[in-house]
């Protein structure tokens, strides 16, 4: 750890929708949550635009972990791997929303959740991947459940319906994504996997979902737009834009190509009272593949490297709060108990103005320094501490990023 003192600075949510944090360039956040090098806080916004998760609402709210995996879970899956839903093609030809909705609306699951004695009614949704039942759906529709129900029609008999307790295989708070396991000894129908890579603006694409627990409501719009950067934390997958209608209870289910291909995991929306419609967002699955991948082999992206903190962007309140005399930073609020960060000495009230010669001032700066490196990997991180007279010392730390557990 290198400790060395260069310079002293003189001390002078709506009931169904729930805030998702904030939009580039649109949205001027004044605070942002930075969770081992990546933001899940709500932020708030100028024009007061929210991005919104389309779920239902249920109890709970965020906790520090960007993963999660369940006990029962802990165990390696080795009967699943990627190729398993890579194989695009569902049909060779072009359907219209008819033949999609018969061909694939089987595969499209409504999740419930059980908090103590008490179940949900549908809150979100999912797709069934594999015959064996692995399920995508996004990590904000199960965040806080003590158990998840997945309920699956009956291929015989659409007015009946069978739910099973899934296990949850994996979930990634940061991208959004989380992957279920459900099981019985017949097979499930499931739905292909595509190339997002593939679509183009105007191309027709559709949603199957269960809107406000109205189950297996089909919506259809076109591709608005491809490569949508939302920035509302380090690690957001780029997403599909569409406007398709989309609504609470959309939250994980599976936007389509015509092909009736998965080319997109619906998770969000932009809303302003009712003055904005149609404007949708789907994480694009080529993007969500190498996650998911990790999801099931792991329970958690292991590969991910981070710093192994939480913080706050510098702002003028936690400025005038804590005396902060810098104008732009990074104020630590926890250091992970068994990160190198804390080894080396990083601890609480240090502000983090730098990382390898880069000057950090919100969290996608973080991510644009760290994006490339590896667990293990050495970072030299310029802090200024405070002392008991409230003078602020520029020092050097050196720490090795953590991984995601």
Request: hydrophobic residues 40%; proline residues 2%; charged residues 25%.
């Given at each position: ?54 779920v239902e609402s249920n109890s709970g709210g965020r906790n520090g972990d960007s993963n999660n995996r369940s006990d029962s879970s802990a165990k390696k899956i080795t009967n699943f791997t990627l190729a398993n839903i890579t194989t695009a093609g569902s049909t060779e ?72 307790e899934a296990e949850v295989i994996g979930q990634d708070r940061p991208t959004d994504l989380a992957v279920l396991k459900i099981e019985r000894k017949e097979g499930f129908k499931f739905a292909r996997v595509g190339r997002s890579s593939e679509l183009k603006i105007g ?203």
């Amino acid at each position: 750890m290198e400790n060395n003192p260069e310079n002293k600075i003189e001390n002078k949510q709506q009931p169904y929708i729930k805030k998702k944090g904030k939009l580039r360039v649109v949205i001027a956040a004044c605070l942002a949550t930075v969770i081992c090098g990546s933001a899940i806080g709500f932020g708030s916004s100028q024009l007061i635009i929210e991005i919104a998760n389309i779920v239902e609402s249920n109890s709970g709210g965020r906790n520090g972990d960007s993963n999660n995996r369940s006990d029962s879970s802990a165990k390696k899956i080795t009967n699943f791997t990627l190729a398993n839903i890579t194989t695009a093609g569902s049909t060779e030809r072009e359907m219209n929303g008819t033949e999609l909705f018969e061909e694939l609306g089987d595969t499209v699951v409504g999740i419930k959740l059980v908090n103590g004695r008490e179940t949900s009614d549908i809150i979100g949704s999912g797709v069934i991947t594999s015959e064996d039942g692995f399920i995508i759906t996004c990590a904000h529709v199960i965040e806080n459940a003590d158990k998840v129900i997945v309920v699956v029609d009956d291929y015989e008999d659409s007015s009946l319906q069978h739910e099973y307790e899934a296990e949850v295989i994996g979930q990634d708070r940061p991208t959004d994504l989380a992957v279920l396991k459900i099981e019985r000894k017949e097979g499930f129908k499931f739905a292909r996997v595509g190339r997002s890579s593939e679509l183009k603006i105007g191309q027709t694409v559709a949603a199957i979902g269960n809107p406000l627990g109205f189950v297996k409501t089909m919506t259809q719009g076109i591709v608005s737009g491809l490569q949508r950067d939302l920035q509302e934390n380090a690690y957001m997958l780029p997403s599909i834009q569409t406007d398709t209608a989309l609504n609470p209870g959309n939250s994980g289910c599976p936007l389509f190509d015509m092909y009736g291909n998965v080319v997109g995991i619906v998770n969000i929306k932009i809303v302003y009272g009712s003055r904005i419609d149609n404007l949708g967002f789907a994480i694009s699955i080529d993007e969500a593949q190498e996650v998911i991948s990790e999801l099931v082999e792991h329970g958690l992206v292991f590969s991910r490297a981070r710093l192994g903190i939480t913080a706050m962007e510098v702002n003028e309140y936690n400025r005038a709060a804590y005396g902060i005399t810098v104008e732009a930073g990074l104020f630590v609020e926890t250091v992970s108990p068994d990160s190198d960060a804390a080894a080396q000495g990083l601890s609480r009230g240090d502000i983090i103005i730098k990382i390898d010669g880069q000057s950090v001032e919100t969290v996608a700066d973080i991510q644009s320094v760290i994006k490339d490196k590896n667990v293990g990997d050495e970072v030299v991180v310029n802090i200024v501490r405070y002392n008991n007279l409230g003078e602020g010392i520029e020092m050097l730390i050196t720490f090795k990023l953590t991984n995601s557990g």
